[in-house]
């Protein structure tokens, strides 16, 4: 049960204080009742509450998928660049945060929401979610380095990488690859890379757990997730 008033700014009806108005004018019904109180409680899974006759739902989580193009942070609020958060322009809720973090340089898809517990769950390493990118490199990339990758990549830290699935798609002087990680180390997949001598010139992520890019997302741009989409996630932040 939640107070009408914070019902409806959640829903992006105004602020608490433009809310009141709308309630104090008669414009909000509950269960088909005018309501005459910002206090009124709801219930916002069995009451229905309307404004001016139009019914709104209450939806306390917002889940988009977003194409982050390069030259934004995968922050809130950046005091020198963009921010992934200035791109989506129509969410309900203001407290929507990114699932995670890609380099400034890095792009691809990002889960954007306010559903923290979702976000503990997809980052936590005891899940070993899998985050799989495209990626560009300076150099040859061999069937060695896929077996290299296999068994852990010594990255400078006091372990190896966990085993990570490499997939060659083109090799020569600039290769292409796909590259399965279940860790979300500092720079990771360039660090890998680096350590076998080569370099990351080119890098977005494709997927993320069931999530995957979809081909017609267009970079610097959003959808919210489908309900299959949601549900897989769901799934997740149920711990099946």
Same mark, same amino acid.
């Given at each position: 049960?939640?107070?009408?008033?914070?019902?409806?700014?959640?829903?992006?009806? +105004?602020?608490?204080?433009?809310?009141?108005?709308?309630?104090?004018?008669?414009?909000?019904?509950?269960?088909?009742?005018?309501?005459?109180?910002?206090?009124?409680?709801?219930?916002?899974?069995?009451?229905?509450?309307?404004?001016?006759?139009?019914?709104?739902?209450?939806?306390?989580?917002?889940?988009?998928?977003?194409? $982050?193009? !390069?030259?934004?942070? !995968?922050?809130?609020?950046?005091?020198?660049?963009?921010?992934?958060?200035?791109?989506?322009?129509?969410?309900?809720?203001?407290?929507?945060?990114?699932?995670?973090?890609?380099?400034?340089?890095?792009?691809?898809?990002?889960?954007?929401?306010?559903? +923290?517990?979702?976000?503990?769950?997809?980052?936590?390493?005891?899940?070993?979610?899998?985050?799989?990118?495209?990626?560009?490199?300076?150099?040859?990339?061999?069937?060695?380095?896929?077996?290299?990758?296999?068994?852990?990549?010594?990255?400078?830290?006091?372990?190896?990488?966990?085993?990570?699935?490499?997939?060659? $798609?083109?090799?020569? !002087?600039?290769?292409?690859?796909?590259?399965?990680?279940?860790?979300?180390?500092?720079?990771?997949?360039?660090?890998?890379?680096?350590?076998?001598?080569?370099?990351?010139?080119?890098?977005?992520?494709?997927?993320?757990?069931?999530? $995957?890019?979809?081909?017609?997302?267009?970079?610097?741009?959003?959808?919210?997730?489908?309900?299959?989409?949601?549900? &897989?996630? &769901?799934?997740?932040?149920?711990? $099946?």
């Amino acid at each position: 049960m939640i107070r009408l008033d914070k019902f409806l700014s959640e829903m992006g009806l +105004g602020t608490r204080s433009e809310v009141k108005k709308l309630i104090k004018t008669g414009q909000i019904a509950v269960n088909g009742t005018v309501a005459a109180k910002p206090e009124t409680k709801v219930d916002t899974d069995a009451d229905e509450v309307s404004v001016n006759g139009r019914i709104v739902k209450y939806q306390r989580y917002e889940y988009y998928l977003f194409n $982050k193009p !390069s030259g934004c942070v !995968s922050a809130t609020c950046d005091n020198v660049h963009d921010t992934v958060m200035d791109y989506i322009t129509d969410a309900v809720h203001d407290d929507l945060f990114p699932v995670g973090r890609l380099d400034i340089d890095t792009e691809g898809l990002l889960l954007i929401t306010n559903d +923290g517990a979702l976000s503990h769950e997809l980052l936590s390493p005891s899940k070993h979610v899998a985050k799989t990118y495209y990626a560009r490199i300076d150099g040859e990339v061999t069937l060695d380095d896929i077996i290299r990758f296999k068994e852990g990549i010594d990255i400078g830290e006091e372990r190896p990488t966990k085993p990570a699935e490499l997939v060659i $798609k083109k090799s020569g !002087s600039v290769s292409e690859i796909e590259l399965t990680i279940t860790e979300g180390k500092f720079h990771q997949v360039k660090r890998m890379f680096e350590a076998l001598g080569k370099r990351v010139i080119y890098l977005k992520r494709i997927s993320m757990g069931p999530l $995957k890019l979809p081909d017609d997302l267009k970079t610097g741009t959003y959808r919210a997730l489908t309900q299959a989409e949601t549900d &897989m996630l &769901m799934q997740i932040k149920s711990g $099946k």
